[in-house]
C-alpha cells in the first residue's frame, strides 16, 4: 500500500501551472546543485524529486504509520519523574521517518534539510494525519523550526535546525491556563540576568502538545509590569539545558498519542529569538500561521480516512439484499463525504501555493533587493495567504468533522463500536476545529477578507479561467452565489453597527468559502475531469443550498432579533 | 572495525498479488502482467547488511544482481537505503539459468569484487522458490554458510554471530568470515528508502541505460562518477560460457501442470429425515466420517 500512489488526487495537484514559477523561485536557478549531491538539476527534475520523496512517505504512512495508529491510539504516551515516554509504535515511527531523513523538509540544504516547497510538504502531513491524525502532531511541529529560521540570528539557526532536522522534536509552548484564545494574557515570565547574560523563565504553561520536546519556542512576559501583547518576547529553549518538567499529562478524547502536556519552567535557561517586545505581534503570527496550514492538512488527512473508511463499508455491507451504498440516502451521504475531502484538499493546496509564493519571495529580499514587480507579487500573494489560511482552517476542520460523523453514520451502530477505525477519526478530527484557534476565532481573522474584499476579488479571478462547455453550468452557478454573496456583505454592512457584523461573520466568511473551493474544483475538474467531475457537482451543489441558506438567514430576520439570542446574566 | 558486505538480490515478478493474467495458456509466469520487484527476503537480506554498517561505520554494501537490464533497479533501490555501489550481471548467455548456472555466475562475479567478509542473500525468491542459490553459492566459493538467518548479532574477532529461526525456535550460532549468510522472511524488516540518497542515486544508470535515447542529463555521469552503476557479462567475469545460462543448467523442465482449486457442486437438502439419512450414508460410504 501506498497513500501517494492510491490518490491521484495528489499528482493532480502537484501539477498545478503555478508550480513552475514556486520551484524557480525556490531553487534560486538551480544553484545548489553543483554543492548538494541531491540539490535538483532543473524544473523537471525537482518535481520529479517530489514525486519520488512522496512516495517514500506514501509507503512509509501505509505500511508503518498506520498499522501502529490503533495501538498508538489504545497506549498513548507515558509520564513518569516528569519527563514523557511515546507510545512505542510512536516511537518506531518517528525512528522511521527519522532513518528516511525526512524530517525538516522545508529547511534549507545549508541546515540539511530538502528545501522542498509547501505543497509537497503539506502532502506529507496530509498523508501523515490519514495514517495517525496524533501523530502528525508531533511531526508537524517540525515546522516551528521555520520560526527559527525567518527570525532568529545566524548562529541560533546553525545551532537549533540541523538538530531539527536530524530528528529532534519541538513544541510551542503558548497556553497557560489563563491565557488561551487570549495571548496577551500571557504570564510566563523571563527575566534577563545581566552579569551572566541569560534570560531565564519562570511559571506555568498548559495544553501543549508535544510538551516534552527537545526544543521548546516559547512565549513569555519579558518586559515587567506590562499587562498587554506589547511585553511579550520569544524564547527557546534547548531540553538540554533543563530547567522544565512536566507536571501532567491530559486525558483527551482523542489525538490519544500526542502528550498535551502541562509544563513547570523553574529558573530555566533561554535564548531570546529576534527583537523584545515581538513575541506575540509578529512571531506568533507567523507561528500560527504555519501551524494553521499544518492543520487544515490535519483536517484533509482525517476527511479522506473518514471516506475511505465509509465507502469501503458500505460497498461490503449488505442489508435488504444488497450493498447499502445504493441506497440514495446511503450514497449520498458517502457523496458529500468524497466532496468535501475533495474541497478541502483542492483549498489546501492552494493556501499552500500562496505560502510558499509570499514566504520565498519574502526569503529572497534578505539575499537581495527584490524587483518592483516581484514586490508587488510578495505583496499579493502574503495577502491571499493571510486570507485563505484562517478561511481554509476554519472550512477543512470543520468538514473533517462532519465528515467523521457522517463515516460513523453510514456504519450505523457498528461505527458506534471500538472495533471500526471511523470511531478514532471522530475524535480526532474533533479537535481540529478547536486548537490552533477555532472556527470562532478563524472567522474573526477571515472577516476582514469579507469586508475589504479580498476574498470577492480572487473569486472575479477564478471568474476569468475559461471551462468546457460541459462545466459552464458549474460555472454559471458560482457566479449567481458570487452575486448573492455580494448583496449579503452589502446587507451585513451597511448598517455600520460591529455587532450585527459579528453575529453574522460566520455566514459571509462560509459564503466566501464556498465559492471559492467550488472554483478551485472546478477548475480541478477542468484540467482532470475523470478525478473531479463528480466532486465538483456535488460539492457545487451543496454549497449553493448552504449560500441560499445563509443568505435568507440574513433576509429572513432583523437587526433587533439579535435580541432574542442574548442569553446571559443582567448585569 | 569495517567490513565489506555483499548483497545478493534478485528481481522477481510480484507473485503475492496475482490477477487472472499471471499465468500464460502453457502454465509459466507471465512476467509481463506482474509487476517486477526486489525479492522480499533479499531486502531483509539488506536490512541485515545496513544494520552491519550502522553499527560498523566505515562497512561498505555493494549490491550484486543477475538479469536483464531492468534490474538495475535492484541496485537503485539498495542505493537509496545505504549501500555504496552495485553491480549488474547481465548477458544474453547467462538467459535461462537454473539454479547451478546461476550460482556459478553469481560467484565468479564475487570473485571478481575482490575482497569480502560477508555475503548476504535471501532465504529464497518468490518466483522459484528453491531455496538453493545462496547455499551453492557458498559452496563454489569454498566459504562457510549459515542459512535461515534472523539477525547477525555480533561480529568479532573474525567471527560472526547469527541467530538462525528454525522450525521450532531459534538457534545461535558462530562462524569464522568470509560468510555466506542467507535470511529469512521473519528477520527485520528493510527500511525505507532514505529521501536524501534517493535524490542523490535517482539518475543512477548502468552503461546501457545511458546508451538509451532520449536520456536527461548526459552530462552529469561523468561530472558524478557515482551515478555510473557497473554492468558485467560473462567475459568481464571470465567465466566459463558453457557454464552458463541454459547449457550449464542441467535442471530440465519436464511439464508444467496448471493446478486450479476447485469447489465442488453443492448439493441443497430440505432438512427431512429422509435427505439427513441418505447424507449420512453417502458420507459414510466415501469415508468422510466413521
Redesign the interface.
Known amino acids: 500500500m501506498n497513500y501517494y500512489i492510491d490518490t491521484p488526487q495528489f499528482r493532480h495537484h502537484l501539477q498545478h501551472p503555478l508550480m513552475k514559477r514556486i520551484v524557480e523561485l525556490k531553487e534560486r536557478n538551480y544553484t545548489d546543485k553543483d554543492n548538494y549531491?541531491?540539490?535538483?538539476?532543473d524544473f523537471?527534475?525537482t518535481m520529479?524529486?517530489y514525486d519520488?520523496?512522496l512516495e517514500?512517505v506514501g509507503?512509509?504512512c501505509a505500511?508503518?504509520i498506520e498499522p501502529n495508529a490503533e495501538a498508538v491510539d489504545q497506549s498513548g504516551p507515558t509520564i513518569h519523574d516528569g519527563r514523557v515516554t511515546y507510545a512505542e509504535p510512536t516511537r518506531r515511527n518517528l525512528e522511521?521517518l527519522n532513518?528516511?531523513?525526512?524530517m525538516g523538509m522545508g529547511l534549507h540544504r545549508k541546515y540539511g534539510g530538502?528545501n522542498f516547497s509547501m505543497v509537497p510538504y503539506m502532502m506529507s502531513a496530509d498523508m501523515v494525519s490519514r495514517a495517525d491524525a496524533s501523530f502528525q502532531n508531533i511531526w508537524m511541529l517540525q515546522d516551528c523550526g521555520e520560526t527559527i529560521y525567518e527570525f532568529a540570528e545566524e548562529q541560533q539557526k546553525n545551532k537549533y535546525l540541523p538538530r531539527i532536522v536530524k530528528g529532534e522534536t519541538m513544541s510551542m509552548d503558548l497556553t497557560e491556563p489563563d491565557a488561551g484564545s487570549d495571548l496577551q494574557a500571557v504570564m510566563l515570565k523571563a527575566s534577563y540576568n545581566e552579569t551572566e547574560g541569560q534570560w531565564y523563565l519562570n511559571g506555568v504553561k498548559r495544553f501543549i502538545t508535544n510538551g516534552d520536546a527537545d526544543i521548546h519556542l516559547v512565549l513569555a512576559r519579558s518586559e515587567e509590569g506590562t499587562k498587554d501583547a506589547r511585553g511579550l518576547s520569544m524564547f527557546v529553549y534547548d531540553k538540554k539545558q533543563g530547567g522544565v518538567t512536566v507536571r501532567r499529562i491530559e486525558n483527551k478524547m482523542g489525538i490519544k498519542g500526542a502528550p498535551t502536556c502541562e509544563l513547570v519552567f523553574k529558573n530555566a535557561k533561554a535564548e531570546l529569538i529576534g527583537t523584545r517586545r515581538m513575541g506575540l505581534i509578529r512571531y506568533v503570527m507567523s507561528l500560527m500561521n504555519g501551524a494553521r496550514l499544518g492543520i487544515m492538512a490535519q483536517s484533509v488527512g482525517l476527511s479522506d480516512a473518514a471516506y475511505r473508511e465509509a465507502y469501503n463499508y458500505a460497498i461490503e455491507r449488505r442489508q435488504f439484499g444488497k450493498p447499502i451504498i445504493e441506497f440514495p440516502a446511503v450514497y449520498e451521504m458517502i457523496a458529500n463525504i468524497r466532496a468535501k475531502t475533495d474541497a478541502s484538499r483542492t483549498m489546501l493546496y492552494e493556501t499552500a501555493r500562496f505560502v510558499d509564493m509570499y514566504k520565498t519571495l519574502e526569503d529572497i529580499s534578505k539575499e537581495r533587493k527584490l524587483t518592483p514587480e516581484e514586490r508587488t507579487e510578495m505583496k499579493h500573494y502574503s495577502r491571499l495567504a493571510d486570507a485563505f489560511t484562517p478561511l481554509g482552517k476554519g472550512m477543512t476542520s470543520e468538514y473533517a468533522n462532519q465528515n467523521a460523523y457522517d463515516a460513523i453514520q453510514v456504519h450505523g451502530g457498528s461505527g458506534y463500536m471500538k472495533d471500526y477505525k471511523c470511531e478514532r477519526l471522530y475524535r480526532d478530527a474533533r479537535i481540529t476545529n478547536i486548537y490552533e484557534g477555532t472556527t470562532q476565532l478563524q472567522v474573526v481573522a477571515a472577516i476582514r477578507h469579507v469586508t475589504t474584499g479580498t476574498y470577492l476579488q480572487q473569486i472575479r479571478e477564478y471568474e476569468k479561467e475559461v471551462v468546457v462547455p460541459e462545466l459552464e453550468p458549474l460555472k454559471r452557478a458560482l457566479s449567481k452565489m458570487a452575486q448573492m454573496y455580494e448583496k449579503l456583505v452589502e446587507l451585513v454592512t451597511t448598517p455600520k453597527d460591529e455587532d450585527y457584523l459579528d453575529f453574522h461573520a460566520r455566514r459571509l466568511v462560509e459564503c466566501a468559502g464556498h465559492i471559492i473551493m467550488g472554483h478551485l474544483l472546478l477548475q480541478d475538474a477542468n484540467r482532470n475531469p475523470e478525478l473531479f467531475r463528480r466532486s465538483a457537482e456535488v460539492y457545487i451543489h451543496y454549497g449553493q443550498v448552504e449560500v441560499i441558506k445563509n443568505y435568507n438567514s440574513v433576509t429572513k430576520s432583523r437587526i433587533e432579533d439579535m435580541g432574542y439570542y442574548k442569553l446571559m446574566p443582567e448585569k | 572495525m569495517a567490513f565489506n558486505i555483499i548483497v545478493l538480490a534478485k528481481q522477481v515478478p510480484d507473485t503475492r498479488n496475482i490477477g487472472k493474467d499471471a499465468m500464460k495458456a502453457d502454465g509459466t509466469v507471465n512476467r509481463g502482467a506482474l509487476p517486477a520487484i526486489f525479492n522480499p527476503e533479499d531486502l531483509n537480506a539488506l536490512e541485515q547488511a545496513l544494520g552491519i554498517k550502522d553499527r560498523y561505520p566505515g562497512s561498505t554494501i555493494t549490491m550484486l544482481t543477475m538479469g536483464p537490464g531492468r534490474a538495475a533497479d535492484i541496485l537503485r533501490e539498495g542505493l537509496f537505503r545505504g549501500a555504496d555501489d552495485g553491480v549488474l550481471l547481465t548477458d544474453r548467455a547467462f538467459a535461462g539459468a537454473d539454479t547451478l548456472a546461476t550460482s556459478y555466475a553469481l560467484s565468479t562475479a564475487v570473485r571478481k569484487i575482490g575482497k569480502y567478509d560477508l555475503i548476504i542473500c535471501g532465504r529464497q525468491a518468490i518466483d522459484g522458490d528453491t531455496a538453493q542459490v545462496g547455499p551453492q553459492v557458498a559452496e563454489k566459493l569454498n566459504i562457510p554458510q549459515v542459512t535461515y538467518a534472523e539477525e547477525i548479532e555480533e561480529i568479532n574477532n573474525g567471527k560472526a554471530r547469527v541467530k538462525r529461526r528454525l522450525e521450532n525456535g531459534v538457534e545461535t550460532v558462530e562462524s569464522p568470515l568470509p560468510l555466506l549468510v542467507t535470511v529469512n522472511g521473519s528477520a527485520r524488516t528493510c527500511r525505507p528508502r532514505n529521501a536524501k540518497l534517493l535524490l542523490k542515486f535517482k539518475h543512477a544508470k548502468t552503461v546501457t541505460e545511458r546508451q538509451a535515447e532520449n536520456i536527461d542529463y548526459i552530462d552529469i555521469y561523468s561530472t558524478r562518477p557515482y551515478l555510473n552503476l557497473t554492468e558485467w557479462g560473462v567475459a568481464d567475469v571470465d567465466a566459463d560460457i558453457e557454464l552458463c545460462g541454459l547449457s550449464g543448467s542441467p535442471t530440465k523442465v519436464k511439464k508444467i501442470e496448471n493446478v486450479v482449486f476447485q469447489t465442488k457442486e453443492s448439493k441443497h437438502l430440505s432438512g427431512s429425515d429422509d435427505e439427513i439419512e441418505q447424507l449420512m450414508i453417502e458420507l459414510i460410504a466415501n469415508h468422510t466420517i466413521g
Open positions: 549531491e541531491y540539490a535538483p538539476i523537471e527534475d520529479d524529486s519520488k520523496v517514500v509507503e512509509i505500511e508503518i522511521a532513518k528516511a531523513e525526512l530538502l
